[in-house]
Structure formats: structure tokens, C-alpha cells
């Protein structure tokens, strides 16, 4: 470490002082040639370089993973399968040093139960800037794919936006939401990047991550859960295996879910399809105390229970699931205080 700081310190050094009137240019060149002789070593060294630098993750840390389980387990609640699922899944990929394809999750659900949050915390566990950083891309379909009309457009665009930042980092991390207002075909046009090719005009996407976001399925979702509920069975006792397969088949038929027929489901290359789970008035209430908490607030327990007692529930009667899950919770508690 004071090797580091030396060397450094010394290749700062003509940058911090300013140069006299009369002071050789070979002065300059010496010192920084110095520096440099001292730091080669380790600038040349990519986690080093990366320190001070953003780059591109060939390898896992195992702090990723890590902190991804940290922050699901802390913030995410209700959505045991979706732990289960998302942990492994980008664990196990990202220790696999020889993967046969790039990793496709399709999440499913209602609106306010996570699925944004599950995508952001992904790219946060992979790259510090997160969702800021230039190795992640989001789509919005509603944003970048308006038009109906312009779909030959978007498939040659995407393709080649695709294209151009995995050759720049194989890494990279690709994310579509709003996939059930996607026009139907669209998403297929990147069925070739998703496949089983060793490489492709000589580029390799097995190092990369495509996640999909969509309320496609939620209805499903939804009566498997009622289900359970009416039959006395815990939530918890849902089988992930059931619902994978159930969503598959629902998405695939449904005209709507951006995936309609589509050849990435026809052809097995979504390697998991995560149910969300409606969220229930005690995880709403979860929702209601880390937000306050995180806001620096002392947790009054009187006003906790009213922002959930406003929200709305379904079925009318039972009451059961939040219809927009957490999604307002935080715009109902800036009725309650002053921030």
C-alpha cells in the first residue's frame, strides 16, 4: 500500500505543482518517466485499474452474490420463490466460467410487487453504478419501441445496440421492461444472441444477462395463490416448478405479453420464467416501515398502519392482496410527513 501511495504521489506530482518559467521540458518528461517506471506494475493491473475505474466484470466476485442475497433478503418481501430463484440463478452463472448461452429471466407479476426492484438490485449487485452504469442497458417498451408501425426499425437497432456494447463488454447486462406492451415479434429479433452459439460474426454472448419485465402472467399467478389461500395452505408451500411451467405456457399464448409465440419460449431459451407473488396487507406494511426507515424517520407505528389500511385490496370481500402492491407507498407516506 505505500508502494501504491508513492507511486502515485509521485505521478501526481507534476500535475499538482505548477511548472516554473524556466524549468526544462525534460524535467517533466523525467518525473513522469519515473512515475511511470514505478506504476507500471500496477496500472497494467486490471482490478488495480478497475479500483479507480469502472470496467467490465469478466470474472465473479463473490461479493456480488453476497450482496444480492443481502438485499433481497432485507427488502424484498413476500417473494420467497423469487429469493430462491434469482440467488441461484445469477450465482451459478456467474461462476460458470463455461456457459453455453447467455442467462434469460422472464420476471411475472403484478405492478408494486418488486420486479423493478429485483432488476435494479441485480445490476447493483454486478456493477456499483448499477442501473448507471454504461455495461447496463434498460429498455422501456413504451419508451423506445412506440410505434407499430417502425418494427423492422427497432429489430435492426436493437440488434446492432446489442451487438455493439457486448463486443465492447461481454458482461453486459440487457433489460426490457414493460415487456407486455411490447409488439408482438419484436422480442424475437434477439433470439440469436439468446441461443446456444459459440460465437456469432465472431462475437460471444455467453457472458451475458438478459432480464425481462412484465405483468404478463400475473393473473395466473394470482389464482394459484387464491388457491392456496382458500385451501388453508401457507404461501410458502407454492412449488416454484408448478409455476414456471404454468407461466410459460400462459405467456407463450398470451397476445399481449410481448412474448406471444415467440421463439425464445419455443425454444427453451428462457432459462427461468420468476413468478411475483400479490403482496398481502403484512408485507405492504413491511414496505410501509423500511420506507419511513430509510427516510431517517422514527417508525410511528399509528401512521404505519394507516398509509396500509388505504390501500386497496382484492377480492373485495377477502381482501387479501394489495392490487398495486408497494408501488404507492411512498407517495401516500409524503401525505403523512414533512419530508
Known amino acids: 500500500m ?27 518528461l523525467a518525473i513522469g518517466g519515473a512515475a511511470a517506471s514505478a506504476i507500471t506494475g500496477f496500472i497494467s493491473y486490471p482490478r488495480l485499474y478497475c479500483y479507480f475505474r469502472e470496467c467490465c466484470l469478466q470474472h465473479h466476485d463473490q461479493r456480488a452474490v453476497a450482496a444480492l442475497q443481502e438485499n433481497l433478503d432485507k427488502k424484498l418481501f ?12 445469477v450465482k451459478g452463472f456467474l461462476n460458470n466460467r463455461k456457459s453455453k448461452k447467455p442467462l434469460a429471466l422472464s420476471l411475472h407479476g403484478w405492478t408494486g410487487t418488486g420486479k423493478n426492484f429485483v432488476s435494479r438490485i441485480v445490476a447493483e449487485s454486478i456493477y456499483k453504478r448499477g442501473l448507471q452504469s454504461k455495461y447496463v442497458h434498460q429498455f422501456v417498451a413504451t419508451l423506445h419501441f412506440p410505434h407499430a408501425h417502425s418494427i423492422d ?28 406492451k411490447m409488439h408482438a415479434g419484436l422480442i424475437d429479433s ?14 460471444s454472448y455467453r457472458q451475458a444477462i438478459f432480464i425481462f419485465l412484465s405483468n404478463a402472467g400475473a393473473e395466473k399467478i394470482t389464482e394459484v395463490a387464491l388457491d392456496f389461500w382458500r385451501n388453508g395452505k401457507s404461501r410458502e408451500d407454492i412449488q416454484l416448478t408448478y409455476m414456471q411451467n404454468a407461466l410459460s405456457v400462459s405467456v407463450f399464448n398470451n397476445k399481449n405479453s410481448g412474448f406471444w409465440h415467440s421463439t425464445l419460449i419455443d425454444k427453451n431459451l428462457i432459462d427461468y420464467f420468476v413468478p411475483f407473488l400479490p403482496l398481502e396487507y403484512k408485507h405492504v406494511k413491511m414496505c410501509v416501515r423500511v420506507e419511513i426507515e430509510s427516510r431517517g424517520y422514527t417508525v410511528d407505528e399509528d401512521i404505519l ?31 403523512y410527513y414533512d419530508f
Open 153 to 180: 426499425t427497432y429489430k435492426d437497432q436493437l440488434q446492432s445496440w446489442i451487438r455493439g456494447n457486448v463486443s465492447i463488454c461481454p458482461r453486459s447486462l440487457f433489460i426490457f421492461d414493460e415487456m407486455d
Open 2 to 28: 505505500k508502494l501504491l501511495r508513492a507511486a502515485l504521489g509521485l505521478a501526481l506530482l507534476p500535475l499538482l505543482r505548477p511548472a516554473g518559467a524556466g524549468e526544462p521540458i525534460s524535467l517533466g
Open 305 to 335: 398502519s394507516r398509509v396500509a389500511d388505504e390501500m386497496t385490496y382484492f377480492p373485495r370481500e377477502e381482501r387479501i392482496y394489495s392490487d398495486k402492491g408497494c408501488k404507492t407507498v411512498d407517495a401516500k407516506l409524503d401525505y
Open 190 to 203: 434477439i433470439k440469436p444472441f439468446l441461443d446456444y452459439y459459440e460465437l456469432l460474426d465472431g462475437v
Open 78 to 89: 413476500g417473494q420467497h420463490l423469487v429469493k430462491k430463484v434469482v440467488v441461484k440463478a
